[in-house]
């Protein structure tokens, strides 16, 4: 049985207790915080042994959930990682490139698990339009996606900007779909809380095999959303996280074969076939999965990476490249903002 804790008592930290203790695998040691109302909570709450300091709870571990704020990633998952403990760290993985790089090399020289819990990994619909994608991923094929993701301000998570918060999920998701390179990045963001993080962001992601991704996200908007929409060739696929949705709309082969190409086709011909073309050639296929628990799900794959010794789904290694591309981004959209500083001088 894993001996498991958790460091950081917040709203995150509270549900990964709260898997750890439904999971046969787990045994959760305790929780560390430097808050005595957080931890007052947790253990009222789930009846396990608070720590004040993280120093004190890792000896009794094999390995821990990362749940502080964003800021104290590098150092506590270097610290834990130098003595021995397995990690998993909540997205982001860090806010800075180099940090980033140095955790993977030190987990790799601590030979411990690193996982970044980008859960979104574990819905459904995600993993549906994956596996419906199979060709064109095989193919490299260039792909368009479009990504928004959107939620009222929670006030959490503040210590970075919406790039690093919300747009570095769909950030690791299209980077999983093509064994392509982003070589070109423009981004435009803007600060409406106040402080120095963006709080909506639009990035433009373009690949060297030609795919291009557009993502979208703001943490002060007036309705919460998030989906993505993947368009290619051979037809486009809709995911809804929120709704667990995959639909995926195809056209038929005798449009693939390019049986239907106006050159083709008599303007006669054209006069009988035009009013039920796309209901006669294209379908429209929605799946609706049952709710999952994907961080019960993320928390599976973390023991099984630790006991068996195997790559988690989300490893350092695939996380650092999503921390270099959602840093581009924020480079960029600082930029936008000298830009605009000179032309308003």
Known sequence: MLKLGIIGAGKLGGFHAEKAIANPNVELVGVADPSVTARRIIAKKFGVETFASFDELLPKTDAVIIASPTFLHYSIGSIAMQAGKHVMLEKPMCSRLR????????????????????????????????KALAVERQENLPMLINAVRTSGYTFRCTDVGTVFDMMIH??????????????????????????????????????????????????????????MQITTALGSITIDF????????????????????????????????APEFMKESFETEVTEHPAVDALAEELNDFVLSVTANKLPQVSGSRALEAVSVAETIVHSIGKADVRRLKIAA
């Not at 790799?108 to 574990?122: D, I, W, Y």
């Open 99 to 130: 940090d980033a790089r140095q955790l993977v090399e030190t987990a790799r020289k601590n030979n411990v698990v690193l996982q970044v819990g980008h859960v979104e990994e574990f819905n459904p619909a995600w993993k549906t339009a994956k």
């Open 170 to 227: 769909d950030i690791d998701l299209v980077l999983s779909l093509t064994d392509s390179h982003v070589f070109a990045v423009d981004a435009i963001g803007f600060h409406t809380i106040g402080g120095t993080h963006e709080d909506t962001a639009h990035a433009r992601l373009i690949f060297d095999n030609g795919s291009i991704a557009n993502l979208y996200s703001s943490r002060i908007a007036s309705a919460a959303t998030r989906e």
């Open 242 to 273: 929120a709704k667990r949705t995959t639909a995926m709309h195809r056209p038929n082969a005798l449009v693939l074969k390019g049986e239907y190409a106006p050159n083709r086709i008599l303007p006669d011909a054209v006069l009988l076939i």
